[in-house]
């Protein structure tokens, strides 16, 4: 599946966002961000009206229900698919080191065992990007 997809990591507090586009065997990140809830909406917009999306993929984590109305109401019209947000959060933070080199000693101790120093929810939208992608 040729698309691009962007996929929301629904919270309560905070929402990551991500666009990802496959084209031929790859995926490209085009954008990542993570933004405060109240936020969401115009997030939304933006980045549908930058990147005029194929498909729109939220987590049925926390908050997924709500999110999916701000979804439906900032981009009406567009498809909806909604995933099983389950391990991504660990492969999120796999992720999160395979793009932010670790550095001092940071680089001494396993990437398993250290959690990053900052939120990655921008990098679970991309996983959930990916797995809507991945689906024939």
């Given at each position: 599946?040729?698309?691009?997809?962007?996929?929301?990591?629904?919270?309560?507090?905070?929402?990551?966002?991500?666009?990802?586009?496959?084209?031929?065997?790859?995926?490209?990140?085009?954008?990542?961000?993570?933004?405060q809830t109240q936020d969401l909406p115009s997030a939304l917009k933006k980045a549908g009206d930058e990147f005029a999306p194929d498909l729109i993929v939220v987590g049925n984590g926390?908050?997924?229900?709500?999110?999916?109305?701000?979804?439906?109401?900032?981009?009406?019209?567009?498809?909806?698919?909604?995933?099983?947000?389950?391990?991504?959060?660990?492969?999120?933070?796999?992720?999160?080191?395979?793009?932010?080199?670790?550095?001092?000693?940071?680089?001494?101790?396993?990437?398993?065992?250290?959690?990053?120093?900052?939120?990655?929810?921008?990098?679970?939208?991309?996983?959930?990007?990916?797995?809507?992608?991945?689906?024939?």
């Open positions: 599946m040729n698309a691009t997809v962007l996929a929301v990591d629904p919270g309560s507090g905070k929402c990551g966002l991500a666009v990802v586009k496959k084209a031929g065997s790859s995926d490209e990140i085009l954008f990542r961000t993570i933004c926390t908050n997924s229900t709500t999110i999916q109305s701000a979804i439906r109401e900032a981009l009406p019209g567009r498809a909806l698919l909604i995933l099983d947000e389950k391990d991504t959060t660990i492969r999120a933070r796999e992720r999160y080191w395979l793009h932010t080199p670790r550095r001092g000693w940071r680089r001494l101790l396993p990437s398993s065992l250290q959690a990053p120093p900052v939120p990655v929810d921008d990098f679970v939208a991309v996983i959930l990007a990916e797995r809507a992608l991945s689906v024939d």
